[in-house]
């Protein structure tokens, strides 16, 4: 009987044990730390600094880790400031060149690829201290120098976790140093509408840009080629974004569905309508050529574009 009563008070004690350790593994709702996190931040810096953008000069990339794991380690994961970046932006800070900031909302993959790694533009995720961050999550533990590979919070748990203050400091940042031109693009096909409030360029980047610096703001409107056409240039949101900087003084354009863009779209899109090119020649200087002539001809041009910019992808 005794004996019987110790091995079901065991397996009880067992059960408790293995749902508590559940519980604690998981007491976030957001994705853990990403796996191998040093590696690929001290890795991220020296490509960085070699092969993306050497002009940049030296860095220490040792350095930069330390500085940005001791801005959330051993602290409360809901009680990070963007100020605990501050160490770590000014390691990796350097000159973002004249007319070549672009902003964003609602289009990360897409200004990924139009930026082309700062070839074309030099988004926040093309400087050092973006490029480092991107894509990638953690956070640590309160009286512990270990990260938490299991759960991070999120920021519907808690505003000031790790990654959220990292990405305000990222853009106060990235807004303080940006000057000439400034670019913004914008999703017109975003639930809710192109211009979100709150959002990091309303609430972190445009308190932060310095007027001084600046020449002109110029937004483009890019739907999605299979969404659809929920905002655009003079309406909804975009207005109210529009009115918002022109009252701060700033000399604003915006364009609906920029050609640059959209052809970038229709790489994956070819036989979408939004992605037929038209001819502005006169039929008349195009010759005696057979009805379907312009179809085909639009259809070689596409072709041909599409084609240069996969070997210029490839060549760099």
Known sequence: MMKSLFWSLLLVSVLFMNSFSEVQRSKWKGE??????????????????RIVNPAVGEKNCSEIWEAFKNAFVNKDPCSILPEDYELFINLSLHTIPPNKSLFWENNHLLVNSFAGRGRRYMSLADTL????????????????????????????????????????MASITYAQHSSGVIHVLLNGSAVGGAYPEPG?????????????KISQIAIWVVDDIEGPDTDSCGTHT????????????YDVTCTDNYKSV????????PDDSKCTLSSSAPAAQRGPISSDRGGSW???????????????????
């Open 32 to 49: 853990g730390t990403t796996q191998n996190l040093e590696s690929i931040v001290i890795g991220r810096c020296y490509d960085y600094i």
């Open 129 to 168: 201290f973006g490029f480092c961050g991107d894509f990638l999550n953690w956070c640590g533990q309160a009286n512990s120098i270990e990260l938490d590979y299991e759960s991070c919070p999120t920021t519907e748990e808690c505003e000031n976790n790790a990654v959220e203050s990292f990405w305000r």
């Open 200 to 212: 990091f360029f309303a609430d972190y980047e445009i308190p932060n840009l310095q007027k001084d």
């Open 238 to 249: 975009v207005e109210k974004l529009e009115n918002r900087l022109r009252t701060l003084g």
């Open 262 to 269: 959209m052809f970038l779209l229709c790489v994956d899109y």
């Open 298 to 316: 639009n259809k070689l041009m596409f072709v041909s574009f599409v084609g240069f910019l996969f070997r210029f992808g490839l060549v760099y």
